[in-house]
């Protein structure tokens, strides 16, 4: 009896290892026929089509994303600075600030390099990496890849390639005004926000700053921003029935890229700390 029960661990462990790699095959293959469609923009009818999908899309995208990554930088910044402006006095009489403030201080590190690529990613994934996986996959179902390829039209340049341009660089500007809004806010929380007009800490910034944590944010949102667009992509043209493919698609894709963003943004956080 526990032999069969190994035997079907191992059957299930297989299938799942199976569809995996399958899974990525077919991000991959996806993700170079989005590449190639690249070439049709060297025609202008095809580029002034294009720029009208792609700026539609990063509109989409902000208007979905925008509010809640505002939200969440406030928030950050509100716990944290009422939770030091009880011992502000005495962070800046010892001068503690290089270790609880900005720059290269313990709590910039935390939240501008590790907690908001975390936290925008999984905003990007849940408020917009699902819907998009339902729109392609609700095109695809209403012929509408068929109509565009019967008018000449390539439907991967239209419908595709702007979702993998707009997600990596939407996010990447999400990851700098989320700092920017927890800096300005978390001094105001803190009661001190005098203190960023200061001299000495105007030039403490300047030097303590870390370029390689910010650099490794900004990676971590290009690679991320792909990651979602490659593997909404790839779910959402797999579809196959209207009332019962479309949620499971939707399922399946917010669960991979949940996982595979998490996965990416630890390597990418491990390879920064080893890199000197």
């Known amino acids: 009896m526990a032999i069969n029960q190994i035997k079907k661990r191992i059957i299930q462990l297989g299938s799942l290892t199976r569809g995996y790699f399958t899974n990525v095959l077919s991000g991959l293959a996806i993700f170079s026929q989005v590449i190639m469609s690249v070439k049709h923009l060297t025609s202008k009818n095809h580029r ?16 979905q994303t925008a509010f809640l990554v505002i939200i969440l930088s406030l928030l950050i910044s509100l716990i944290a600075g009422l939770g030091l ?37 999984m905003i990007f994934i849940t408020a917009s990496g699902g819907p998009i996986t339902a729109e392609i996959a609700q095109r695809k179902l209403g012929n509408e890849f068929a109509t565009c390829r019967s008018m000449g039209v390539d439907p991967i340049l239209l419908f595709l390639l702007p ?35 200061e001299s000495d800490y105007t030039q403490y910034l300047s030097q303590a700053l870390s370029t390689k944590g910010f650099l490794v944010s900004i990676v971590k949102m290009v690679f991320g921003g792909l990651i979602i667009a490659i593997i909404a992509i790839n779910h959402g043209t797999r579809v196959i029935g209207r009332n019962s493919g479309v949620p499971v698609v939707i399922s399946d894709s917010t669960i991979s890229q949940l996982l595979t963003f998490f996965v990416v943004s630890a390597v990418i956080s491990t390879l920064g700390l080893l890199i000197k």
Request: a negative charge; hydrophobic letters at 55%; glycine letters at 8%.
């Open 48 to 63: 002034t089509v294009f720029y009208r999908f792609l700026f539609s899309r990063i509109a989409s995208i902000i208007s």
């Open 85 to 121: 402006s009880s011992s502000f006095e005495h962070i800046s009489n010892d001068n503690l600030i290089p270790l609880y403030g900005i720059g290269n201080g313990l709590i910039f590190n935390v939240v501008a390099y590790e907690l908001s690529p975390l936290l925008i990613g």
């Open 163 to 197: 979702v993998l341009i707009s997600y990596p660089l939407v996010m990447v500007i999400s990851v700098i005004y989320f700092d920017l809004i927890g800096l300005v806010s978390y001094h105001f929380f803190l009661g001190n926000f005098g203190l960023m007009l």
